[in-house]
């Protein structure tokens, strides 16, 4: 199993950048697929990004394709969020999730959970 721990959140300004990262330590990192979630104030967690054990297989929700990038470095047992162009409606608490091999899409398909960091997006 693997521990996801994220960093890299914190407060910009509409059309700024952030970077997160999350370390998920444990056995055989790279035979997971790891996801980003977000949960907007009041609203349920919704799906964000998720890249597969095979990196070439990466999925984004239509709300963030062409301004978030997810990709992973199996060497440090990473996985990063480069969010572009954010927009207040961005302003969430992150998750990071792995689940074994291939992407998912819901929460419930994710076995293991960070404890999330908080992006805030002003206007």
């Known amino acids: 199993q693997v521990q996801p721990v994220e960093s890299g959140g914190g407060s910009v300004q509409a059309g700024g950048s952030l970077r997160l990262s999350c370390h998920a330590s444990?056995?055989?990192?790279?035979?997971?697929?790891m996801g980003w979630f977000r949960q907007p104030p009041g609203k349920e967690r919704e799906f964000v990004a998720a890249i597969g054990w095979l990196e070439r297989n990466v999925d984004y929700a239509d709300s963030v394709k062409d301004r978030f990038i997810i990709s992973r470095d199996n060497n440090k047992d990473t996985v990063y969020l480069q969010m572009n162009n954010l927009q207040p409606e961005d302003t969430a608490v992150y998750y990071c999730a792995a689940r074994p091999r291939d992407i998912g899409h819901r929460v419930w398909q994710y076995n293991y959970w960070g404890q999330g960091t908080e992006v805030t997006v002003s206007s």
């Open positions: 444990g056995r055989l990192f790279s035979t997971y697929a």
